[in-house]
């Protein structure tokens, strides 16, 4: 059996899985986020490895702890850990939802400029990690000179299971520090903090092990000593391997708070218009392109709170949606709720509702918002299809995959087939994927995953597939293009 840790941003969870892929046991354990200041967002870093070992222990407590043979790491990106020279924690994780180095993103990216700084890390624009780096240089130099060193939250929890700090690429881009083309922290991005290779964690192969589990760990969490552990990798790119989103073509497809998308490429391609980052994927010869569309559930949530509907149960949206029909009797939504903009457009956006007339209800609204963001999402796939990328295949994960009816509006108004994994934990079954990896170099990751992934539920487009092709033009047509 195999152990698959996802270190979330709320919870950590933890899997245990059988060689074919089914997932016998889970545990979890929440961790709390910090607010603090103006805009603030922090994590204590022993919270988290507490939680860790909480998860894990609640997973194997069937007895499965000595049956298992190799333990994997996902975990939330651009999460910052600095740590003095023996790995000790100096102050708390600052979250990659912590604002307060936003305005020096902006600035780096407006100083670089977004295409040489896309070309040099995959990222059009400086985030996360990268923007708290630049902030914690000005205000506390002595804060990242040697021999502190700079981690982050999987490697180092990583490091806590078995001595050796150390992730994948995936780990390093979310802090604009990994250069795909070289295959290793990129020398500029680095002088621009004023760090040194040596002061960042290990960089690894997801195919390589970390070490070996240590003594300690293994006493408190019944699992063998000594097992391998595998490097921290993004957790997007180990819900990829969780669902078998391994091929160019495929794209995996999250419907939760922020719908987000991660295309699979044979090659390195530049950021979609804009927006999100491509880096190297888990998957020996891949690429994964990440973006947000920064709207998604959210939306839902936002529409049902003003329409007296907030608590409403699935089966309850499901009804509704369906009640209103394709195309919503003329109800239209403009998806930007949240100020994030959207790939190839410009302009002030905002929310839009138009088309209300007095028949329509609350079901015809709620209808509306989700197709809106469905056609927002048909038009992020055209303009990836635009790269010559091409898209075969999306595979849906998150809330709105559990729906009978959001997968149907997404498959009809995106033309495509829709793949809806049933299995929650896609993140930590990637990283059980990958220890099984660690034991089986010869077999490749790829193949790894289409023999583990779960069962999906299949959508193909309908009846309404030509409705929404018409609105898709109307929809592109009404939005401020560059």
């Given at each position: 059996?195999?152990?698959?840790?996802?270190?979330?941003?709320?919870?950590?969870?933890?899997?245990?899985?059988?060689?074919?892929?089914?997932?016998?046991?889970?545990?979890?354990?929440?961790?709390?986020?910090?607010?603090?200041?103006?805009?603030?967002?922090?994590?204590?870093?022993?919270?988290?490895?507490?939680?860790?070992?909480?998860?894990?222990?609640?997973?194997?407590?069937?007895?499965?702890?000595?049956?298992?043979?190799?333990?994997?790491?996902?975990?939330?990106?651009?999460?910052?850990?600095?740590?003095?020279?023996?790995?000790?924690?100096?102050?708390?994780?600052?979250?990659?939802?912590?604002?307060?180095?936003?305005?020096?993103?902006?600035?780096?990216?407006?100083?670089?400029?977004?295409?040489?700084?896309?070309?040099?890390?995959?990222?059009?624009?400086?985030?996360?990690?990268?923007?708290?780096?630049?902030?914690?240089?000005?205000?506390?130099?002595?804060?990242?000179?040697?021999?502190?060193?700079?981690?982050?939250?999987?490697?180092?929890?990583?490091?806590?299971?078995?001595?050796?700090?150390?992730?994948?690429?995936?780990?390093?881009?979310?802090?604009?520090?990994?250069?795909?083309?070289?295959?290793?922290?990129?020398?500029?991005?680095?002088?621009?903090?004023?760090?040194?290779?040596?002061?960042?964690?290990?960089?690894?192969?997801?195919?390589?092990?970390?070490?070996?589990?240590?003594?300690?760990?293994?006493?408190?969490?019944?699992?063998?000593?000594?097992?391998?552990?595998?490097?921290?990798?993004?957790?997007?790119?180990?819900?990829?391997?969780?669902?078998?989103?391994?091929?160019?073509?495929?794209?995996?497809?999250?419907?939760?708070?922020?719908?987000?998308?991660?295309?699979?490429?044979?090659?390195?391609?530049?950021?979609?218009?804009?927006?999100?980052?491509?880096?190297?994927?888990?998957?020996?010869?891949?690429?994964?392109?990440?973006?947000?569309?920064?709207?998604?559930?959210?939306?839902?949530?936002?529409?049902?709170?003003?329409?007296?509907?907030?608590?409403?149960?699935?089966?309850?949206?499901?009804?509704?949606?369906?009640?209103?029909?394709?195309?919503?009797?003329?109800?239209?939504?403009?998806?930007?709720?949240?100020?994030?903009?959207?790939?190839?457009?410009?302009?002030?956006?905002?929310?839009?509702?138009?088309?209300?007339?007095?028949?329509?209800?609350?079901?015809?609204?709620?209808?509306?918002?989700?197709?809106?963001?469905?056609?927002?999402?048909?038009?992020?796939?055209?303009?990836?299809?635009?790269?010559?990328?091409?898209?075969?295949?999306?595979i849906m994960t998150g809330g709105g995959a559990a729906s009978e009816i959001t997968p149907r509006i997404v498959a009809d108004a995106t033309d495509l087939p829709v793949a809806c994994a049933v299995e929650p934990d896609t993140g930590a079954l990637g990283a059980a994927m990958m220890a099984r990896g660690l034991l089986e170099r010869d077999t490749p990751l790829a193949d790894i995953s289409r023999e583990m992934a779960p069962r999906a539920r299949p959508f193909a487009p309908g009846k309404d597939a030509g409705t929404y092709a018409k609105l898709l033009e109307e929809y592109i047509a009404s939005l401020p293009?560059?």
């Amino acid at each position: 059996m195999y152990l698959g840790l996802d270190l979330g941003t709320t919870n950590v969870k933890a899997v245990v899985v059988e060689p074919g892929g089914a997932v016998v046991a889970r545990g979890a354990a929440p961790v709390r986020l910090l607010h603090v200041g103006e805009g603030g967002v922090e994590q204590d870093i022993e919270e988290i490895f507490a939680a860790t070992r909480s998860a894990v222990s609640a997973a194997v407590a069937p007895g499965h702890g000595p049956k298992v043979r190799a333990v994997g790491v996902a975990s939330q990106g651009g999460a910052l850990q600095m740590l003095d020279g023996d790995d000790r924690p100096v102050g708390r994780v600052i979250s990659w939802l912590d604002a307060r180095g936003r305005s020096r993103d902006r600035a780096l990216t407006a100083e670089m400029g977004a295409e040489a700084l896309a070309a040099r890390t995959g990222h059009p624009r400086g985030t996360m990690a990268m923007g708290q780096l630049l902030r914690l240089r000005d205000e506390c130099p002595s804060l990242l000179a040697e021999p502190n060193r700079v981690g982050f939250v999987g490697d180092v929890i990583v490091g806590r299971l078995c001595g050796r700090r150390a992730h994948d690429a995936s780990s390093l881009s979310c802090a604009v520090l990994y250069n795909p083309t070289l295959a290793s922290a990129d020398p500029v991005m680095l002088a621009r903090v004023g760090l040194s290779a040596g002061q960042l964690p290990d960089l690894l192969s997801v195919r390589a092990s970390a070490g070996g589990l240590l003594e300690a760990v293994a006493a408190e969490t019944s699992l063998p000593a000594g097992i391998p552990v595998a490097p921290a990798v993004h957790d997007q790119y180990a819900a990829a391997l969780g669902v078998g989103a391994v091929a160019p073509g495929d794209v995996m497809f999250g419907a939760g708070t922020a719908w987000a998308m991660l295309a699979v490429s044979g090659t390195l391609m530049p950021p979609l218009g804009g927006a999100g980052f491509c880096c190297t994927h888990v998957v020996d010869g891949a690429f994964g392109h990440i973006v947000s569309l920064g709207n998604g559930g959210s939306s839902i949530t936002w529409a049902l709170a003003l329409l007296g509907k907030a608590g409403l149960d699935a089966a309850g949206i499901d009804r509704m949606l369906a009640s209103a029909g394709a195309g919503a009797g003329g109800v239209r939504f403009w998806p930007f709720l949240a100020p994030t903009g959207g790939a190839g457009l410009t302009g002030d956006l905002a929310g839009r509702l138009t088309g209300l007339k007095l028949p329509h209800g609350p079901d015809h609204v709620l209808r509306a918002v989700v197709e809106g963001l469905a056609l927002e999402f048909a038009r992020y796939l055209r303009v990836l299809a635009g790269t010559g990328q091409s898209v075969d295949r999306l595979i849906m994960t998150g809330g709105g995959a559990a729906s009978e009816i959001t997968p149907r509006i997404v498959a009809d108004a995106t033309d495509l087939p829709v793949a809806c994994a049933v299995e929650p934990d896609t993140g930590a079954l990637g990283a059980a994927m990958m220890a099984r990896g660690l034991l089986e170099r010869d077999t490749p990751l790829a193949d790894i995953s289409r023999e583990m992934a779960p069962r999906a539920r299949p959508f193909a487009p309908g009846k309404d597939a030509g409705t929404y092709a018409k609105l898709l033009e109307e929809y592109i047509a009404s939005l401020p293009t560059v």
